[in-house]
């Protein structure tokens, strides 16, 4: 059970184990798919968790989209990286991750695009089990003004409330605070698929579901009580939504933002186009920051 735990949660893991694969059947000429060739050879589009989907169709669809996108980075480097992720879309050849790649430890915080003060006020959405509180805590020494941590998923809060005991009566104890709920455009409930560390997702609304697995919605100009400098998601294809529900925050405090933008395959062009919708100003960069199809992030600053 501890290895399929393993197996289960560690991305390297899983991502070595996928290349070893792949290395065994190549040098026995063993014809063989990886998940993506599987999808599109099977017929699987739409019958797979969406995360997974085949982007192509989305791809193809948008070509100029996506060139006006590369142009509005603030960066060549975020170019390379968009061209190169939509490439593996394109051709399910995970060597154009490997051009661009980042490692897993400079997500959010040492991005290379975004600057942390000793005054940063976080809304973290997707607060999972603190990761980005102690990311926060690292990259400011401590020295931080706020971190609103925002999750759904019940596995996660119970993880949360042992950190929040771990930091009573510190002088961090009273600048964090726990909101056990999902964000999005406005207030609701909605069924929550409850898996604990990354896996949670806020299921279709067709799906049967038990009322303890319901969750409440909300949006995050109605959650904070401050101007945030900071705002985090990574919230499993919620982010578009959330990014609505925060309208007003972004107009008015424009907080520097690392949105998650791997989860859909609209969302590297619909989350860029709204958060410029709501404040022209921003500069855009885009960072890839594992080996495999996930962590692909939009920064605005």
């Known amino acids: ?26 040098q026995h000429g063993i014809p063989h798919l990886n998940f993506e060739q599987t999808v599109r050879a099977f017929g699987l589009q739409g019958r797979v968790d969406y995360r ?17 996108l590369a142009k509005r980075f603030s960066d060549d480097y975020s170019a390379q990286t968009l061209f190169s992720v939509l490439n593996f879309h394109l051709t399910c050849d995970p060597e154009y991750y490997h051009e ?8 959010y915080f040492r991005s290379g695009l975004l600057r942390f003060g000793d005054s940063e006020k976080m809304v973290d959405c997707g607060a999972s089990i603190g990761e ?3 990311g926060l805590i690292g990259v400011t020494k401590g020295q931080f003004s706020r971190s609103w941590m925002i999750e759904p998923d019940r596995i996660n809060i119970g993880t949360l409330n042992n950190v929040l005991r771990r930091y009573e009566g510190t002088p961090l104890g009273s600048k964090i605070s726990l909101h056990r709920c999902g964000v999005g455009e406005t207030e609701t409930r ?7 560390g990354h896996g949670g997702f806020i299921r279709p609304s067709g799906d049967e579901c038990e009322p303890t697995d319901m969750i409440d919605v909300r949006p995050i100009d109605n959650i904070i009580d401050d101007a945030p400098t900071f705002i985090k998601m990574d919230i499993e294809g ?27 395959s609209t969302d590297l062009l619909d989350l860029s186009d709204l958060a410029l919708s709501l404040n022209p100003d921003y500069k855009i960069g885009l960072r890839h920051h594992t080996t495999d199809r996930w962590d692909t992030c939009l920064y605005f600053y």
């Not at 997974?52 to 006006?68: K, L, S, T």
């Not at 990014?243 to 690392?258: D, N, V």
């Open 238 to 264: 919620s982010e578009l939504g959330a990014l609505k529900g925060a309208g007003k925050t972004i107009k008015l405090c424009k907080p520097k933002m690392a949105i998650s933008a791997y989860h859909r």
């Open 1 to 26: 059970p501890h290895a399929q735990q393993r197996c289960r949660h560690s991305s390297k893991f899983i991502t070595r184990s996928k290349r070893f694969f792949d290395q065994v059947c190549r």
């Open 52 to 68: 997974v989907d085949d982007w192509g169709q989305e791809i193809v669809r948008n070509v100029a989209r996506f060139q006006r």
């Open 100 to 107: 661009i790649e980042r490692p897993y430890t400079t997500l």
């Open 132 to 134: 980005s509180l102690t």
């Open 190 to 196: 909605v069924p929550f698929k409850h898996e604990g």
